[in-house]
Structure formats: C-alpha cells, structure tokens
C-alpha cells in the first residue's frame, strides 16, 4: 500500500475519533482552517473543470468533507458546552462577524442557512436528480448515435469504446451526485439543530456549573454558537456551491471564468442597450448620476472593444479559412486521400434517403449493426464498417453495394410496396410490379399496401423494402467475405486469440505458418461459407500440419476435416442429408487429371470433359433442387477440393463436401450419382 492510501485512510480514522475523543484547542483551530481551505480548493476546481466528470470524485469527497465538518461540529460543541470556550477561529468569526450586536450575528447566521438550505441545496438536490433521470433516459439514443457513427466510419472501434465508456460514466457520476446532495441537505439540518443545542444547552450549563450569571452566559454562549455556526456554514456553503456548479454545467471546451466571458460579452449590441438603461435610471430617478455614469460608460467601452474584436476574429477566420483550402489544393495529401478505397460500400439514390434518415423513421443503420453481429457469429468474421452514402448518379430507386470499390450488386426498391414471393402456386387475384429478389434471384412482385394482407393469406412471403435490402446487403457479405479478409484482418484475430491461448499462437506464427499462409486458409474457408470462429481448432489443426506442408490447399482440407462437427450441423442440422454423390469413373477421371509440380497441384483437363462433367452434374443437382433441398456434393478426401475447383467456375452457390467431413453418426441420403 502506497504513502497516499495511508494518508487517506488515517485521515478517515482521524474523523471518527474526533467524535469521541476530545482534542486540544490548538489542534481544533488549526482542523477549522483546513475545512475552509478544502472547500475554497473544491470551488475553486468546480469553476475551472471543462466537463462534470473531470471531478468524477466529487460525489465521494462531498460525503467525506461533509462527515469531516460534522466530526468538528462535534468537537467545537463539546468544547462550547465543558469549557465554554472553543478556540480562537470560533470566537473571531463569532466576535467579528456579530460585531457586538448578537441579533446581527444570529440575522447573518440563519441568512447564510436559509440560503444554503432552500436555494442552493435544494437547487443541487433538483438540478442532480433530473441530470440523472435525464442522463438514464438518454442512454441508448447516444448508444445509438455512437454505432450510426461507428457504422458511417466516422469513428473508429477504439473511439466507439471510449464514448460508451463516457456514457457509463456519466450515469454513474450524475446518480452518485443524486444520493451525496441528499447528505448535504441533511447537514444543513443539522447545523440548525447544533445551533439551538449549543445556545440552549450553554445556557443552563454556563448558569448552573460555570456559574454565570443569565446575561453573561447568554452573551458568552451566543457568540461561540454564532461562531461555531459560521465556522461550519461558510465551508459547507462553499461546497454546496460547488455541487450546484459541478450539476449545471454542461459540456463545454473552457473553465467557468472563459464561458461566462466567452457567451455573456458575446452580444455587444445588447451592452449598449443595457448601457442606455443604466443612463435612464440616473436622468430620470432619484438615483445619482455619480452611480450611473461610471456604469454606463464601462459598459459601452466593453461593448465597443467586443465589436471591434469580434470583426478582427471574423476576418482572420475567413482569411484563414482561404489560405486552408488553397494549401488542400496545393498539398500531395489532397491526391493521397482520393486513393483510399473502402471494404463495402452502399450507395443509393435520392428517392432512398429515407431508409438512412431516421428522422424519416429509416433504421438501416441499426439493421447494418445486426448484419455485423450476425456475420461475427456465424462466419467469425469482423466485417469493416460499411460505408453509406447517398449518390445522385443513380437513378432515384436504385442502389448498388460495392466491394473494395467494384460493384458487385446492384437492384431497385419502392419504399412504398412490399415484395411479395410466390410459394409455388401463383394467386392470379395478387397483381403487382414484375420483378426479381435480390439477394437468391427469385421470381416476386412490389405490391402495395392494400394487396399485403391479400398476398399473406395466400401463403406468399411478403418483405418490406428495409428487409429487402439487409438481406440482400447481407448475402452479399457472406459471398465475398473471403475478400473482405486480409492480412491485417486476420492479423486482429490472432491477437483476440492470443489473450485466450498464447501458447497456441506463439507455436503457430510464425514459426510453423505466416500471417498471409493462415489468412489464405481462412479465406478459403470463407470462400465456400464455412465459418472461422472456431480459430482455436483451425489453429491447432495448422500447427499440426502446418510442419509438413506449407500448400494451402492441403492445410484448408485438414482443417475441415477438424470441422466435422461445425459442418455436420450446418449441412444436416440433425436430419437426414440429401447429396449428389460422385462415382467411381468421374473421380478416377478427375484423380488422373491432377498435375503435380513443385509450386503445389492443379486439375488438368480438356474442355469436352469439363463440359461432360458439368452436364452430368447439372442434372443430379436439378432431382435435388425439385426436392426443395440446397444443392450439395459428396465426393471422396482426395477430389474434392479438385471438384470444387473445376465446378466453381460455373456454378458458385453449390456446396462439394468429403465423406471425412461428416461426422459417422450422420444420416446422409443420396438422390443421384454422377458418372461419365
């Protein structure tokens, strides 16, 4: 434990002995100043804090230093009423104050409670408990505004965080400033109560143990509680203050002394009409023009010293703001900027700007903020923030998603229909605009609202335009998530994992595998929608490997061999999988046409066998397709990569497993076999 947590806690421990020990004179005079010098720091820091939680502690020290004036109310009382004295800051402050007149004395005591008590702490106490409510209300608009921000890039995930954790904190500190003002009204009680004891009490003391007389015990005992009152009221006054600045400043970029000057002198127009007032008052009532003039006079003087300042500053800002944009022109980041190309991009037309203004109620930044989620969770994939931006190129409904600045999708929206897609049998009464899906090119229609309920009850599955566009927008991800994967990408995922598993990593990168040799693996695995998330099987199965060859191909095998299970569940979910199956001719056909060289192995075969090969399995996977079933694939450990390779020039969505890649408990059906 450090020197200062030491001090801290003495001082804690010092507090509450003073409410039962007794202690000299000297000492107590010399803890009074303190008090008042604590409270003139807290003010004086209170008016010089830019933001209320720059004196995040302040709820904490509210309650210490008002236990610590408590503890001293304790000490001067017992002092007051055993010895009928209480040191020399308490008789000075009792004496001077009163000026040898108790009514005044008692008059400037209560003023300084009252005002304490029902204005400023009870302002504090209101102004506290609404910032909190307020603060609590506004959560998760801020939340909001911080992921639109994220999404938009105009923030990155690190300023995202340190936002969010902001917010936290100024719920907590507004909530903690509720409960401490309500400490602070307590004590303005008490201090009225400690007054009527020690006037009360002194006087049957002082008369009947110090023997006084009644006068001169009232004298004696009424200037020590004046005292001790003031003693104790100035320095909670003080804080009290402080709590009330602390509350109703909002966030601003200067202290207190630089707002005031800044924003009240701010209108020199209004000084000289405020000016011409003061000059009224003097000319025409009784109050002096001695008064008035002097006033007046500074006042326009200020007013006009402001303007004048004011026109310089406008002047040298469009100056400034000239030389800037002439520098912009002139400089090579001007040029370097341009060549910046953004991972995703989502541009629309005019006639869609509601679905990304939410004041026009549009929610496609919150549905980006799900897409995100949902592809972290079923690909492990970080998707870069994806850039949303109106274009009026476009023709008003259109709008088209781009990857690393090609355009990869493109289709067109009508805000005020619905998309409705047939179930299979067409309802002759549902009549609509023609068009396609965009995310699985199927046959549908843009209907209109009074067509939805029709559309529904005949079994079609009826979108809105928003719905339209995430899962487009989102299928889109999935297929090109393999691109979206580079080094750097890959290189935050093998640090997140690293804080989990650094012996894994440690052994794998780079010693057995570089960074771009995992990322290639994983972008494979993307490449034909098996997820990454388990980084921590992929790992270990390429640290396995990884000493033997350093082919991505053969590692990207290996690995989903090691991801039976992952995709078991994905492809069979628990029932019964329905595939294609190679036979034997087609798999010796395709074995034999593998071409080993020293850079890895490719398939090598003749345009007429290629075209066989696609025949035949086009009309395999049509039985499939009839069936309602996904089009998939089983071929033998040793093909299949080389299967994958030559079908996926023309056919992308269809999905080629191994019989190593299920699990054996697997129920699998096959509804045709492809031979040549």
């Known amino acids: 434990m450090r020197t200062r947590d030491l001090f801290i806690l003495s001082g804690i421990i010092g507090i509450i002995l003073m409410m039962v020990v007794p202690i000299p004179l000297a000492l107590l005079d010399f803890l009074l100043i303190v008090n008042i010098s604590i409270a003139l720091i807290i003010i004086l820091i209170a008016m010089n804090t830019q933001q209320a939680l720059d004196f995040s502690i302040f709820p904490t020290l509210l309650l210490i230093t008002t236990l610590f004036r408590l503890a001293l109310n304790v000490s001067t009382t017992r002092n007051i009423l055993s010895e009928a004295e209480a040191g020399n800051v308490v008789a000075t402050f009792g004496s001077f ?138 320095p909670a006054l003080l804080i009290s203050s402080a709590a009330g600045i602390i509350v109703t400043r909002a966030a601003s970029e200067g202290n207190l002394a630089s707002d005031l000057t800044a924003q009240l002198f701010s209108y020199p127009k209004l000084l000289y009409v405020v000016a011409g007032t003061v000059m009224f008052l003097g000319l025409f009532t009784p109050i002096h023009l001695i008064t008035t003039v002097p006033i007046a006079g500074l006042l326009v003087l200020a007013a006009y010293r402001m303007q004048r300042n004011l026109s310089r500053k ?69 998707v870069p923030v994806i850039r949303i931006r109106d274009n009026i190129q476009l023709r008003p409904n259109e709008y088209v998603i781009k990857i690393k600045g090609n355009t990869v999708a493109r289709s067109d929206l009508l805000l005020n229909h619905y998309l409705a897609m047939s179930p299979g049998i067409e309802d002759d009464s549902i009549v609509g605009i023609e068009t396609t899906e965009p995310a699985f090119g199927l046959p549908a229609q843009w209907i209109d609202e009074a067509m939805k309920e029709r559309a ?47 012996a894994l990593v440690d052994e794998l990168i780079p010693n057995v595998l570089s960074v771009g040799d995992v990322q290639k693996v994983l972008a494979k695995l993307l490449k034909e929608k098996i997820s990454i998330r388990d980084l921590v099987t992929i790992f270990e199965t390429l640290a396995d490997y990884g000493t033997y060859t350093k082919d991505p191909d053969i590692l990207t095998e290996y690995v989903r061999q090691a991801l039976s299970r992952q995709i078991t569940n994905q492809y069979a979910n628990g029932q019964s999988l329905k595939v294609v199956t190679i036979g034997p001719s087609l798999e010796k056909k395709i074995a034999e046409s593998v071409q080993q060289t020293e850079h890895g ?48 020039r023309t056919m992308q969505d269809i999905t080629v497993l191994s019989y190593s890649e299920l699990e054996p408990q697997a129920e699998i059906q096959s509804v045709g076999v492809v031979n040549l």
């Open 97 to 234: 104050v009163a000026g040898g007149n108790l009514v005044v004395g008692f008059v400037v005591f209560l003023i300084l409670v009252i005002v304490q008590f029902i204005v400023i702490t009870k302002g504090s106490e209101r102004v506290a408990e609404v910032g909190a409510r307020f603060t609590l209300d506004a959560m998760p608009g801020k939340q909001m505004a911080i992921d639109a921000d994220l999404n938009s890039g105009l923030i990155n995930e690190q300023e995202a965080k340190d936002r969010r954790k902001k917010i936290e904190r100024e719920a907590d500190f507004y909530g903690a400033m509720d409960g401490a003002s309500k400490f602070v009204k307590g004590d303005a009680i008490a201090s009225i109560v400690i007054l009527f004891i020690n006037m009360i009490g002194g006087l049957i003391i002082g008369a009947t143990f110090h023997g006084m007389s009644l006068s001169e015990s009232l004298h004696t005992f009424s200037i020590l509680t004046i005292g001790d009152g003031l003693v104790s009221q100035i």
């Open 314 to 382: 406008a002047e040298e800002t469009e100056q400034l703001v000239e030389e800037q944009q002439i520098e912009e022109v002139r400089s090579p980041e001007s040029v370097i900027s341009l060549l910046q190309v953004d991972p995703i991009e989502f541009e629309f037309g005019y006639g869609l700007i509601p679905l990304a203004d939410t004041n026009q109620g549009g929610d496609l930044l919150d549905r980006i903020i799900l897409i995100r989620r949902q592809c972290a969770l079923e690909l492990g994939l970080v």
């Open 456 to 502: 529904e009850l005949s079994g079609y599955t009826v979108v809105d335009p928003p719905s339209v566009v995430a899962t487009h927008l989102t299928e889109v991800v999935k297929r090109h998530a393999h691109e979206l994967l580079g080094r750097q990408e890959t290189k935050m995922l093998i640090e997140n994992i690293k804080e989990s598993y650094p």
């Open 601 to 648: 192995s490719y398939l090598a075969m003749d345009p007429a066998s290629s075209q066989t090969i696609f025949q035949k399995v086009s009309e395999q996977l049509t039985k499939l397709i009839q069936q309602g079933q996904p089009p998939v694939i089983l071929a033998s450990p040793t093909i299949r990569m080389y299967l994958r390779q030559l079908l996926e």
